[in-house]
């Protein structure tokens, strides 16, 4: 049984700063690709930022700058930095991860159980 634990989600002052973390547990062979998305109530999740398994890393428009996600392979977890953090940067944070259970296996997705973080202005 994998699982994604999220933690690190709270409350800031705008312009302040946290890091997210995402940390895979279970039985599994390899994880690929990790992501971090957010979803405010009654709007779609919108990805903020990936990570593929040799790090590189793609951003959605509105954090370019100020988050930066990264990953830890050998303790299986993926951070994601926020800095000048903005009110509208609050949301319900989800990890997600691309993971192939054993070899030869095709990978499923896995979605950790959200955070909350909450920027006041």
């Known amino acids: 049984q994998v699982q994604l634990v999220e933690s690190g989600g709270g409350l800031v002052q705008a312009g302040g700063s946290l890091r997210l973390s995402c940390a895979a547990s279970?039985?599994?062979?390899?994880?690929?690709?990790m992501t971090w998305s957010r979803q405010t109530p009654g709007n779609q999740r919108e990805l903020v930022a990936s990570i593929t398994v040799g790090g590189n890393a793609n951003y959605a428009d509105s954090v370019k700058g100020r988050f930066t996600i990264s990953r830890d392979n050998a303790k299986n977890t993926v951070f994601l930095q926020m800095t000048s953090l903005k009110h509208e940067d609050t949301a319900i944070y989800y990890c997600n991860a691309k993971i192939r259970p054993r070899p030869l296996y095709p990978y499923s997705t896995y979605w950790g159980q959200g955070t909350q973080v909450t920027v006041s202005s």
């Open positions: 279970g039985t599994f062979f390899i994880i690929n690709d």
